[in-house]
């Protein structure tokens, strides 16, 4: 791809709002270039979890896209991005992502990185699991997917749940190999 870097990233329905926000922040340091989907499942959550609003959120992007949009250039395997982040992922976004029903845009951008063969990376966040979850990121996962539950690491040492966010962001912006500085990365013995 020439030019600058795209990401398309996905806030769905789950808790863990701040982790979208945070990828968010962390890509516009890079210079990464965003497009941002937005459930309205997200925008409840956000509404629990946050202080922020959906006005604020969007700022963080370069380009927002209507979730009901699926004529959107992110719909469209023709528009290069290097995938796409889902973050927080209902069950729900997992089901649908894994059905392929392409009934809204998070599912029909995620359809597209799929088939075009690049990186599509769930956060999964539900617990406790039942077979209809396990088979689902089971599922994604044969087709080429990453399902990452944002499970917190404790080596860090995290102070904040800040921290423990960052660090789980950056290690999402690993699997992009994006080097992205994260304090608290393991340096063995």
């Known amino acids: 791809m020439t030019g ?48 922020m609003t959906v006005a604020k ?14 004529g959107a250039p992110i719909a469209s395997g023709s528009f290069r991005t290097v995938g796409m982040i889902v ?4 069950a729900k976004s997992l089901a649908e992502i894994t059905m392929g029903t392409g009934g809204n845009l998070v599912t029909r951008a995620a359809d597209v990185v799929l088939k075009e063969r690049r990186r599509l990376v769930v956060l999964f966040r539900e617990t406790p699991l ?20 944002p499970m917190p690491a404790f080596y860090p040492k995290p102070q904040t749940i800040e921290d423990i966010v960052s660090y789980t962001a950056a290690r999402v912006l690993d699997l992009f190999d ?10 063995g013995g």
């Open 130 to 149: 039942h077979l209809g979850h396990c088979r689902n990121m089971l599922q994604l996962t044969e087709m080429g997917g990453i399902v990452m539950p």
């Open 178 to 187: 994006l080097d992205i500085i994260a304090t608290g990365r393991w340096k």
């Open 57 to 70: 959120v969007k700022q963080l992007a370069d380009h927002c896209h209507d979730n009901r949009d699926i």
């Open 4 to 51: 600058a870097k795209r990401i398309i990233v996905a806030i769905t329905g789950a808790s863990g709002f701040d982790y979208g926000i945070r990828i968010l922040e962390m890509l516009r340091s890079e210079s990464i270039e965003t497009h941002l989907v937005i459930s309205r499942a997200a925008m409840t959550a956000m509404s629990h979890e946050t202080d």
């Open 87 to 90: 973050a927080p992922c209902s």
